[in-house]
């Protein structure tokens, strides 16, 4: 006997297409409103393709391979992934074209990237130190296939890559030597500016990190090793980046679904964060508490909790913000004018931080208008082996 | 062609029973310390009994089949959740005797839990309305079942629950007088105070408590409906409830695993947490920083965030502290002494938070001395719903 195998969405999946099944989910479920994540996908590939900018989006932000597809019809040139399981759930589910954007360590993990690559797939790694090198060389030669390679260089981030013009072109020479591999070019993530608020200080510490990058690409020109691909940026600096033209390509993630943490962000200087909330959490209120507050069915479980708290919205309307009240619960603290809602009533809130929020849920249920339209699965869903 | 279809659980299951299993581990895994799980188990189980009360244990910290068996192995009445989709999922892992410790709102999900109590479940729920009676009393009656209830009294969470005595008593009744469900007695979560640090503020916090519930009580007893059970308490407070003799049963859950945030709780009054961090997130060493860190492959997918960082062991030592960098990566700050660790080094960390943790991962790997052991799936992982 089975009653409920797969959660709320098992329950959903019965509702697709019914006219108002937007309001009716059973929850706690992740909705992706469809109109608004097409928008997101095409305004940062028409940023992009102005900029001259190819896109490689990074998957781990939604680590889900319909969503890939449709980064690539737009023009995506692949996706980036942060972890092995996570590219290896994405290529079983048809996405060939990947870049792992981290080192690794563990020989199961790079023989099984082999493993892909000799299956058919596309697959680019990062690498930041020679022994490294040495390993995936061995193993894309152990399996007959190779990896396309780009050198991680360190432009402030202070998480991986090298930090000097001398090791870049040391290693792009042992990539470049090495029978496996393909030498690409470089990868250069300058993480800590994409959350800088303010358009002008992002784009001096964007400038600031240029300038180390450009060290070590005309390090690289010099030594006869001059990068091709040239990869990072994200939603936080990608109209910058542009104005850079150091990268050939731009990593952004969070775009396509937007949070809380980004919302302060003024991304193109304009005075907002371009892209819209495409991403919801749909809770239900599931009681009243004494206090006369609406209680909802969401809490860490559903929702990660580093960044400011979600706005909650009914029927396209604001009506007020969540307080966690424990891991399974909200309390809607209603905006002026607005009473405690109905038991009953489903509401849609946004996410403080979309990537973890997306790893707590087996599916996006996708939504246009008032209809759920789909359920996605989100094949790498807790694969951050 | 399957690459890893079950992420690091999958390869680490080809070496259960190994000698230095545990140090091998593919990461980031879930370990559960089998030995120090025991030793909390067996500690709140004589803690309780000495003073007079059962246990219930909260199964919402673990979502794992094989633990709530162990649970009542050792004495437990039954397990508490805080969702239908997370006790469904324990009933469908042979769990029998399941308390819905939360109010629900949501006609499919109240059928789902009287499908469960025909189907052989003992299902007890809590109610803080009447139309919440209605509904579970119809459902049970529709599928020739009944429920076990309790009232819901809020002594000061302001979440569920309702505050007054003549609300109580006139819920107490409508329950009584429901064909389909029993009345059994209250539900009172003093979830404010468990985490209270000093051993006499958080006495003199589960005091005040205890006077609104015995006021409670009291007009149930007065009103011919003497609650049998009196479920509350926790982790932090079970001694403490048993000096009170008001609660018969305590629904402690951190305990089996425990967590930092719970670490700096004197959960007895002797100047310590007395349970054991059980549960930890075994990470690898993946690269050195250009700043020479050690970076670790274990960020916000593999640990909730929402409490102190965690503690980095090696070989039974503590070694460092985490700190994050980015969602997927944290870095070693070294205790004094020690050297930046290998690259391939697995380290086990403890964990912020356990509840919100144990939701990020599909499988516990169980370990004693050196050695994995076992795989106990979590079996209501992300059953949020």
């Known amino acids: 006997m089975s009653l409920a195998p797969f959660g709320a969405a098992a329950l959903n999946q019965t509702i697709i297409g019914e006219p108002g099944s937007r309001t009716r989910l059973e929850t706690p479920a992740a909705v992706l409103d469809l109109d608004l994540f097409e928008r997101n996908v095409a305004l940062l590939a028409e940023t992009c393709r102005k900029a001259g900018l190819h896109v490689r989006p990074h998957a781990k932000s939604h680590k889900c391979a319909e969503i890939a597809r449709r980064q690539m019809a737009a023009g995506a040139l692949g996706v980036c992934c942060a972890k092995p399981g996570e590219l290896l759930a994405l290529f079983e589910g048809g996405v060939t074209d990947l870049l792992l954007s981290a080192p690794i360590a563990s020989p199961v993990k790079i023989d099984a990237l082999a493993r892909a690559a000799a299956a058919g797939g596309r697959i680019s790694v990062i690498v930041d130190r020679a022994d490294l090198i040495r390993a995936f060389d061995d193993a894309a030669r152990r399996h007959g296939t190779s990896f396309d390679v ?26 470049n030597e090495a029978r496996g591999l393909r030498y690409m070019g470089v990868q250069a993530y300058q993480g800590r500016v994409q959350h800088i608020d303010d358009f002008e200080e992002r784009r001096a510490g964007n400038r600031a990190m240029g300038r180390l990058l450009a060290a070590m690409l005309g390090a690289l020109r010099e030594a006869g090793l001059p990068p091709g691909i040239v990869s990072g940026g994200g939603t936080g600096s990608h109209l910058l980046d542009g104005e850079e033209r150091l990268l050939t390509e731009i990593q952004a993630g969070s775009y396509v679904f937007m ?27 599931i009681g009243h508490s004494s206090a006369g507050f609406a209680i909802t069915d969401g809490g860490s479980k559903s929702f ?4 400011p708290p979600p706005r909650v919205f009914l029927a396209g309307r604001m009506v007020g913000r969540i307080e966690w009240c424990g891991d399974e619960f909200g309390r809607i603290l209603p905006e002026p004018g607005f009473d405690t809602l109905p038991i009953g009533t489903v509401v849609e809130c946004t996410v403080p931080h979309c990537d973890p929020t997306t790893n707590l849920h087996d599916f996006l249920h996708v939504a246009s208008g008032d209809r759920l339209i789909a359920l996605w699965p989100v094949e790498a869903r807790g694969r951050s082996d």
Chains 1, 2 share one sequence.
Do not use: C, M, Q
């Open 150 to 175: 780009l050198i991680d260089l360190d432009v402030g981030l202070r998480r991986s890559g090298v930090a000097t013009p001398a090791e870049a072109v040391a290693l792009a020479r042992l990539v």
């Open 259 to 285: 949070d809380e943490a980004y919302n302060s962000v003024d991304i193109h200087g304009r005075g907002g964060p371009e892209f819209e909330p495409a991403l919801r959490i749909a809770v239900t209120v």
């Open 304 to 307: 990660a909790l580093d960044g």
